[in-house]
């Protein structure tokens, strides 16, 4: 079993930073690959980005791309996602998610478990 608790969502301006923070418990963070997915208000929950259990190989969505930077603390069992030049359309509960196996994916069946999400508000 792993439990994920997010923090760091708020309110911010377009143009603003964030760093998003995923705290793991439960069997060893260090064995999964994880994931940041996000989702909008009324659509789909998304892939924003993932990253392997020794922090190599991180991935993107195109959209946050050159902006958005995921790493990870395994001594610590954190995930992060450094935000940058937030934009009004980044505006979604962001989820942090831990995959089935030791690389970060693109999908979201990959991910057993997954965090309550925390809401991050871009005010254009």
């Known amino acids: 079993q792993v439990r994920l608790v997010e923090s760091g969502g708020g309110l911010v301006q377009a143009g603003d930073s964030l760093r998003l923070s995923c705290e793991g418990s439960?069997?060893?963070?260090?064995?999964?690959?994880m994931g940041w997915f996000r989702q909008p208000s009324g659509k789909e929950r998304e892939f924003v980005a993932s990253?392997?259990?020794?922090?190599?190989?991180?991935k993107y969505v195109d959209s946050v791309k050159g902006r958005f930077a995921i790493s990870r603390d395994n001594a610590r069992n954190t995930l992060y996602l450094q935000m940058n030049s937030l934009k009004y359309e980044d505006t979604a509960v962001y989820y942090c998610?831990?995959?089935?196996?030791?690389?970060?994916?693109?999908?979201?069946?990959?991910?057993?478990?997954w965090g309550l999400g925390t809401m991050v508000t871009v005010a254009s």
């Open positions: 990253i392997g259990r020794t922090g190599v190989d991180p």
């Open positions: 998610a831990a995959s089935d196996y030791p690389s970060g994916t693109f999908f979201r069946n990959d991910y057993h478990y």
């Open positions: 439960g069997r060893s963070f260090s064995d999964n690959g």
